[in-house]
Antibody, heavy 123, light 110 residues
Framework: EVQLVESGGVLVQPGGSLRLSCAVS????????MTWVRQAPGKGLEWVSV????????YYADSVKGRFTISRDNSKNTLFLQMNSLRAEDTAVYYC????????????????WGQGTLVTVSS | QSALTQPRSVSGSPGQSVTISCTGT?????????VSWYQQHPGKAPKLIIY???KRPSGVPDRFSGSKSGNTASLTISGLQAEDEADYYC??????????FGGGTKLTVL
């Protein structure tokens, strides 16, 4: 059974940093690109970042570029999102999701999702 | 990276059909056949229901279908059931290895 479990979401002050984790099981982690998607309270989904299966390619939404870094540890089946210079508008539930192939490709549909972890940025 | 445009809400009675539109530009929806749709029930994670414009993942009922014309993609749900009441989001590849979601549509089954 495929499982994705996010963790690390907490209340953090503006300007602070946070690292989210996504522990994966049920599939060969290194064979698939992985994505982070966020959802502000009561709002829609927003694509955040994607990383290839080997970790060599990573891409970001303009809204987080330069502040967030996606990474993965294939030996531990874990995906990460390092979030720096946090702003109030980064407040959201952050989901990790599995992409259909190892490479980052246009057909980047997301077939499995975690339950999300809430990040609140407030003073 | 502007969000794709979806109607805020749609509704239909059990057994009827509804269609949800998703309008973008030639840089996203119109430029690629890489539109996906997700269903999200309150408090739950999104679920993939359509990918590559019109393909259905295993286990998704054939009541769900997708299509695209120009810069607008559409999700049609036929034979509406009570459990279809949820939020629906479209997503499109936007080039340069980025993706954009729609604002979401709340489906109410009357």
């Amino acid at each position: 059974e495929v499982q994705l479990v996010e963790s690390g979401g907490v209340l953090v002050q503006p300007g602070g940093s946070l690292r989210l984790s996504c522990a994966v099981s049920g599939f060969t982690f290194s064979s698939y690109a992985m994505t982070w998607v966020r959802q502000a309270p009561g709002k829609g989904l927003e694509w955040v970042s994607v990383i290839s299966g080997g970790g060599g390619s990573a891409y970001y939404a303009d809204s987080v570029k330069g502040r967030f870094t996606i990474s993965r540890d294939n030996s531990k089946n874990t995906l990460f999102l390092q979030m720096n210079s946090l702003r109030a508008e980064d407040t959201a539930v952050y989901y990790c999701a599995k992409s259909p192939g190892r490479a980052v490709a246009g057909t980047g549909w997301l077939d499995y999702w975690g339950q999300g972890t809430l990040v609140t940025v407030s003073s | 990276q502007s969000a794709l445009t979806q109607p805020r809400s749609v509704s239909g009675s059990p057994g009827q059909s509804v269609t949800i539109s998703c309008t973008g530009t030639s840089s996203d929806v119109g430029g690629y056949n890489y539109v996906s749709w997700y269903q999200q029930h309150p408090g739950k994670a999104p679920k993939l229901i359509i990918y590559d414009v019109s393909k259905r993942p295993s286990g998704v009922p054939d009541r769900f279908s997708g299509s695209k014309s120009g810069n607008t993609a559409s999700l049609t749900i036929s034979g509406l059931q009570a459990e279809d009441e949820a939020d629906y989001y479209c997503c499109s590849y936007a080039g340069s290895y980025t993706w954009v979601f729609g604002g979401g549509t709340k489906l109410t089954v009357l």
